[in-house]
Structure formats: structure tokens, C-alpha cells
């Protein structure tokens, strides 16, 4: 295509992004907004999966029936937002099995907090309602994506996230007001999550790469810090009123801003975790990589019985 | 042996069933052979689990001792627990578990049914309600009887093997002992007797579409309604119960 219809595109695409009108998948967009997408919906995607195991870790130690039932719907939610989102990534033309072959290999990322274990009962609690929760404030704006199909997706995700964020406040509510045992449970818990519940939002807005372009394009609404801020502000009241306490000296409120003004994050363990060398990373995606190679044969199966099927009515008819 | 004793023992035979069975289906979680399989194995195993709840509380309230459902799940030691041994046998590969909720779900359908009927009218609304998990259970099991045994030849051989190897198991389902006899001439349970031979049939049906056939070995074991398990059971026992065990008496 010439250069002078390609610019004449971009500009209209991005005319149509300014003035809010969802972009479809088979409306022109740029190369770099299609290969961000596939990127970061397949991101989002494996990190739904990954986020599997962590919980599923608890699944067959959970304290009640109704516990139990309670995490396995959720869990069963959670695989089920993977598969809306590897059906998005699939409408930017992205194969599903090829994005999951770049998590196997490396070559994609995930949330990193499914990089640290789930130890105790309460880590259930605290994966709800703080995992959850940071993960619903940078996806309720998502609900607003430029990108039709992964906006849509986010509508039903964050319903569902929703209630997720308050059955683990509620476990965490329940040892809370428990015996001194489960209070200590639930304050060692959150004492390991609370920070990588806050780096879960990514670097410092002076030092995360893609958020300009991700807002100028609109798949972004709010940069990095200020989503950080908004789920330290939700999330401590939260705490107080259960009676634990955030592990951070530095928290204060600020009558001047209106917020709580908190602690500096350990970003040399951020990028740590990032680069594959948390506590947990080599056994993520070691169990993800062995469901994919154990059911290898399954797959096969399928696929050669429905061809087996497909002659066979041919022949009939 | 009383009326209410037989029919709180048949609740906990049943509820047991399900229980187990739903605690080794979600031992797939996160590791299905492919997304669409995690999910619908997570699924029947909430269907399970929730089928389990309502048998012990209608157990627990027959029996009227005070003991609630969780205490009836969680709180009963290997020899009190009265599942088939079918149930916990370890879900080994995909086929293998495939086949195990092959042969339950076939007996299941044909025993839900009968108890719909049951002149325990709760025990009628449990099955009513439970009939159509079950069905969508054995629809989901026999289609992939057929597509793993009528697909590759590893397929084929794996889930013979299982086939093989689980028939043993089999004829527990059908067990039947002075517990059944009362409640069958009560009305409240069917005689499974009576559906044997349907049972074969819907079974055969659908492993000669999938090429497959059940061993002529008649070897068969049991001891699972009677509180005697595998090896197998214990260790799942003992995750379980870890948190009953470990902080007794908290509410969670």
C-alpha cells in the first residue's frame, strides 16, 4: 500500500479511537496497535491460566464443603476468562496454541504475582481479595478499550472478578474475627501479599515503556501509578476494618491529597520476578508445559477422531 | 438394623460417591489435556461436590446427632467412609479418568432415575435436581469414550487399557446388602438388580462405537460399602482433612 494511504489510515483510525468508536477486527489498524494487543491480551490471557495453579494448589486442602465448592467455581471462572481472551487474541489473527507455546518458552510473560506460592489457607483470602482486587482496578477501565472484542470481554471478566475480590475478603474477614491462630494466619498472609499485590501495576509511570502509546491509543486510561493509588486507597480501609495491618511504616493518609501516601515497592525483587527468578516461575510454567505435552495424545484423539467423523458423513450423504 | 439407620447409611454410601470422586476430579485442575477439559472437569466435580452437600445434610439430619455436613465429610476416619472403591482410584491419565466417570456415570444415570420415584420426598427432589447434571456427566464421558477410543492408536490402546484395568470395579457398583433391602422394600431406593442389564447394554453400546470391549476376566473386588479401601483412599484422606485435622474445631 502507498505511504500516502497508509497515513491517510492511521489518521483515520486514530479519528476513530479520539471520538471513542470501538475498533473492530476487520477495520485497518496500525501493525504496532495490532501487535500490542495480541501482546498484552495474551498476556492477560496466560496469566489467567497460570493463575490457576496457585489456588488449585488449595483446591483439594480446602477447610469446608462450601469453601471448596466456592474455590472451584472460581477457579473454573478464571480458565474460563482465559478462553474469551485467547478468543480475542485469535480475532487480531494470533493462534491460540502459538501464543501458548511463547509462554512455554519464555517469550511471553504473565502476572507476576502468580510467580509467588500460596503457603496457607488464608493465602486463598488474600489471592481474592487483593490479587483480585488489583487486578479489577486495571480491568475495569479496560471495559472501555479501544478494541471491541477485548472490551466486551473485560464486561463479563470484571462481573466475575468482582465477586472473586469479595469471597477472598470474605475468607479473610472470617480469620479475622477467628481464634488468635487464624488472626495470625490471615496477618502473615497479608504481610507476603501486600507488596506483590502493589507491584502487580507495573513500574513507576517514569519508567514503564509502553503506557504513552497504550494511552494515546486508548487500550490504557489510567498510567500505572495512578491505578496503584487507587487500589492502596480502596484496599486500607479494607484492612482496618477487619483489624490487620498493612506492613508498610510509611502508610499515612494525606489530608492535603486525599490519599495515603505509602512506602517505596522493592523493585530490584520486581524485576526479579519479572525476569524469571521469583519463587515459583520454573514450576508455573514446568505444570502448564506438562498439561500441554501429557495431553498431547488428547488432542491428537480429538482431532483424528473428528476427521474419522467428517468421512464418514460424507459418505452417508 | 432400623429404617433410619439404613437409609442414613445409604445417604453416606451415596454422598461418599460423590465426594471423593468430586475431590479426584479436581485434583485435574490447572493441568487438563487441553482449556475446554479443565473447565469441564472442574465443572463436574462442583456438580459432585454439590451433590455431596446435600446428601450429608439430609444424612446428618436423618441421623440427629447434631453432626453437620462438614462433619460427615471431614471428620470420619478410612474405615467410615462407604464410597466404591471405583471412585478412588487415582485418576492415572486422561483416558483413564475419562473411563472411571464412564463407568460411574452409566450406573448413576440408570440409580438417579429410579430414586426420583422414591417415596422419600427428599430424596426425589435430590435426584430430580441431580438427573440432569448426570446426564450432562454421562454425555460428556461417553463422547470421549469414542473419540479416544475410536481415535489414534495410542489413544485407542490407553483407553483399553483403562477399560481393562477399572472393569474390575464394576460390579461394587451393584452391591447390595441388608441396608438395601430395607429401603428397597420401603420404596424409597430402586433395586439395582432390576437395571443390571440395561446397564451392560448402554455400556456396550457405546464402547463398540468406540471400538473398545470390556475384558471377559470376571475378576471383580469390593469392601468400599463396607468401609474397606484401597491404598489409594488414605492419602487422599489426608489432604482432605488437613485443615479439620490440623486446627480442630475452627470455623472457616
Given at each position: 500500500?502507498?505511504?500516502?494511504n ?19 477486527p476487520?477495520?485497518?489498524?496500525p501493525?504496532a ?9 495474551s498476556?492477560?490471557?496466560h ?29 473454573q ?28 518458552e ?15 489457607w488464608?493465602?486463598?483470602?488474600m ?25 466486551r470481554a ?14 477472598g ?5 472470617q480469620?479475622?474475627?477467628?481464634t ?96 524469571g ?6 514450576e ?13 495424545w ?10 474419522k ?9 | ?13 451415596k ?20 482449556l475446554?477439559e ?16 446435600e ?22 476416619i478410612?474405615?467410615?467412609y ?42 426425589s ?40 484395568d ?26 439395582v ?13 457405546i ?5 473398545l ?8 473386588l469390593?469392601?468400599g460399602?463396607?468401609g474397606?479401601h ?15 485435622r490440623?486446627?480442630?474445631g475452627?470455623?472457616?
Amino acid at each position: 500500500m502507498e505511504k500516502n494511504n497508509l497515513d491517510s489510515l492511521d489518521t483515520i483510525f486514530q479519528d476513530k479511537v479520539d471520538r471513542e468508536i470501538k475498533i473492530e477486527p476487520k477495520d485497518y489498524m496500525p501493525d504496532a496497535y495490532r501487535k500490542t494487543l495480541i501482546r498484552q491480551i495474551s498476556q492477560h490471557a496466560h496469566s489467567e491460566i497460570v493463575g490457576q495453579l496457585p489456588e488449585a494448589n488449595w483446591v483439594t486442602r480446602a477447610p469446608n464443603l462450601r469453601r471448596k465448592a466456592v474455590l472451584l467455581a472460581k477457579i473454573q471462572d478464571e480458565a474460563g476468562h482465559g478462553l474469551y481472551l485467547y478468543s480475542a487474541v485469535e480475532t487480531l489473527g494470533a493462534d491460540r496454541e502459538d501464543t501458548i507455546d511463547d509462554l512455554h518458552e519464555g517469550r511471553a510473560k504473565y502476572s507476576s504475582i502468580f510467580n509467588y506460592p500460596t503457603l496457607t489457607w488464608a493465602d486463598m483470602g488474600m489471592v481474592g481479595w487483593l490479587v483480585d482486587g488489583a487486578a479489577i482496578m486495571n480491568q475495569v477501565p479496560l471495559c472501555r478499550c479501544s478494541y471491541g472484542p477485548y472490551a466486551r470481554a473485560m464486561v463479563r471478566v470484571c462481573k466475575e472478578e468482582s465477586f472473586h475480590q469479595r469471597q477472598g475478603f470474605e475468607i479473610v474477614t472470617q480469620l479475622a474475627q477467628g481464634t488468635p491462630v487464624q488472626k495470625e494466619m490471615a496477618q502473615e498472609a497479608l504481610n507476603r501479599w501486600w507488596w506483590p499485590a502493589l507491584m502487580m501495576f507495573g513500574p513507576n509511570d517514569a519508567d514503564s515503556t509502553h503506557t504513552a502509546q497504550s494511552m494515546k491509543w486508548k487500550i490504557k486510561r489510567h498510567t500505572n501509578d495512578e491505578l496503584r493509588q487507587m487500589f492502596v486507597d480502596a484496599t486500607v480501609p479494607q484492612a482496618e476494618l477487619i483489624g490487620l495491618k498493612i506492613p508498610d511504616n510509611d502508610l499515612k493518609f494525606n489530608e492535603e491529597t486525599g490519599h495515603y501516601d505509602f512506602g517505596e515497592i522493592d523493585w530490584d525483587e520486581f524485576w526479579q520476578v519479572v525476569k524469571g527468578y521469583g519463587p515459583c516461575n520454573t514450576e508455573r510454567v514446568s505444570a502448564r508445559k506438562k498439561a500441554k505435552e501429557d495431553g498431547l495424545w488428547v488432542r491428537e484423539a480429538a482431532n483424528v477422531y473428528a476427521e474419522k467423523r467428517a468421512r464418514r458423513n460424507k459418505k452417508v450423504s | 438394623m432400623t429404617k433410619q439407620e439404613a437409609l442414613f447409611e445409604f445417604l453416606l454410601r451415596k454422598a461418599d460417591d460423590s465426594l471423593i470422586l468430586g475431590h479426584r476430579l479436581s485434583e485435574w485442575c490447572g493441568h487438563g489435556p487441553i482449556l475446554e477439559e479443565d473447565i469441564a472437569l472442574t465443572n463436574i466435580s462442583l456438580d459432585l461436590i454439590g451433590q455431596a452437600t446435600e446428601l450429608y445434610k439430609y444424612a446428618a439430619e436423618v441421623e440427629g446427632k447434631g453432626r453437620t455436613e462438614d462433619d460427615l465429610a471431614f471428620l470420619r476416619i478410612e474405615r467410615e467412609y462407604k464410597n466404591v472403591l471405583l471412585v478412588e482410584q487415582l485418576n492415572g491419565d486422561f483416558g483413564k479418568t475419562i473411563v472411571r466417570q464412564f463407568f460411574f456415570d452409566h450406573f448413576e444415570h440408570l440409580l438417579y432415575e429410579g430414586l426420583m420415584n422414591s417415596t422419600d420426598e427428599r430424596i426425589s427432589a435430590i435426584a430430580t435436581k441431580t438427573i440432569k447434571e448426570i446426564k450432562y456427566h454421562l454425555r460428556h464421558s461417553s463422547e470421549w469414550v469414542i473419540r479416544l477410543g475410536d481415535g489414534t492408536e495410542e489413544s485407542h490402546n490407553r483407553v483399553q487399557a483403562s477399560v481393562t484395568d477399572l472393569s474390575r470395579f464394576i460390579n461394587e457398583l451393584f452391591f447390595q446388602d441388608e441396608v438395601d433391602e430395607i429401603l428397597i422394600n420401603e420404596g424409597i431406593i430402586p433395586d439395582v438388580k432390576t437395571f443390571r442389564v440395561a446397564f451392560e447394554n448402554n455400556m456396550n453400546k457405546i464402547l463398540e462405537e468406540a471400538t473398545l470391549s470390556l475384558p471377559e476376566e470376571k475378576w471383580q473386588l469390593s469392601g468400599g460399602r463396607k468401609g474397606v479401601h484401597s491404598e489409594h483412599l488414605g492419602y487422599l484422606l489426608a489432604e482432605l482433612q488437613y485443615m479439620q485435622r490440623t486446627y480442630p474445631g475452627m470455623e472457616w
